[in-house]
C-alpha cells in the first residue's frame, strides 16, 4: 500500500521559514518523480514545485521561485520542500505527490499524479 506522509507544516509570521516534509513508503521511491502542490480555501489546487527522480532536474511556480526550495533524500525515501521569506499568500494546505518517472504527462498538473499525500497545513500571519 502507497502512502505519502507530510509533515512539518505549522503557524508561522511573515518574513519567516519553514520545512515540509514528505514521506514515502510502498513504492519504489527512486522511480518517481515528485511535486508538491497547495491548496488554499476556494481555490484550486495549484503547482508549487517538482524534482525528478534523481534530484538533479528541478521546476518551480513563479510565484515561489527564489523563496521555495525542493530537495530529496533517496536514501530515506524522502521529499522535502524549504519555504522561506514566507508570506500570507502562501497560506494553504500543502500537499506532495508522486509520478512514475516513465510517465510522459506535465508535472505541474494535479491530475497527472499517481498517488497523494494526506496535506499539512501552512498557515503565514502578517
Known amino acids: 500500500q502507497v502512502q505519502l506522509v507530510e509533515s512539518g507544516g505549522g503557524l508561522v509570521q511573515a518574513g519567516g521559514s519553514l520545512r515540509v516534509s514528505c514521506a514515502a513508503s510502498?513504492?519504489?521511491?527512486?522511480?518517481?518523480?515528485m511535486g508538491w502542490f497547495r491548496q488554499a480555501p476556494g481555490k484550486e489546487r495549484e503547482f508549487v514545485a517538482f524534482?525528478?527522480?534523481?534530484?538533479?532536474?528541478?521546476y518551480y511556480a513563479e510565484s515561489v521561485k527564489g523563496r521555495f526550495t525542493i530537495s530529496r533524500d533517496n536514501a530515506k525515501n524522502t521529499v522535502y520542500l524549504q519555504m522561506s521569506s514566507l508570506k500570507p499568500e502562501d497560506t494553504a494546505v500543502y500537499y506532495c505527490?508522486?509520478?512514475?518517472?516513465?510517465?510522459?504527462?506535465?508535472?505541474?498538473?494535479?491530475?497527472?499524479?499517481?498517488?497523494w499525500g494526506q496535506g499539512t497545513q501552512v498557515t503565514v500571519t502578517s
Open positions: 505527490a508522486a509520478q512514475r518517472t516513465s510517465s510522459s504527462r506535465s508535472v505541474s498538473v494535479p491530475a497527472n499524479y499517481d498517488y
Open positions: 510502498g513504492l519504489t521511491f527512486t522511480i518517481y518523480r
Open positions: 524534482i525528478n527522480s534523481s534530484g538533479v532536474i528541478k
